[in-house]
């Protein structure tokens, strides 16, 4: 099975410890490669690292979750993206809806968080 490099960007300590508790209980598949605090620190590992996969918040200091997902969409068209979120999931839907990026609502149920994973993890295009 393909190994996925990971990127957690949540400026919550707490948030990134249960996104990394929900990847390592899934499967041994989920290489995390970085977690970042806030959206600038977010691009630079993303840039600076072969990514897979984008686990973010959307509000976040320097640079917010819209933003940097915009960028790192313009340099890899195929990194899935899944964003994790308080915002009002209607608005982040229209605009995150050319785009093919799967969201949850925060709080963040972690048996969500596993069950969208497990379906990336199955997929091919991974």
Known sequence: MKIINVLIVDDSKI???KIKDA???ICD???IIAEAEDG???LDKFFANKIDLVITDIEMPNINGIDMTQAMREKDKDVE???ISSVDIENIKQIFKQQN???LKKPMKVQQLKILL?????RETI
Do not use: P, S, Y
């Not at 497990?118 to 199955?122: A, C, P």
């Open 23 to 25: 990847l390592n209980e």
């Open 29 to 31: 598949t989920f290489n």
């Open 101 to 103: 990026i799967k969201i």
């Open 15 to 17: 948030a990134r410890m």
């Open 40 to 42: 600038q620190d977010g």
């Open 81 to 83: 993206i899944v964003v």
């Open 118 to 122: 497990t379906h990336l993890v199955g």
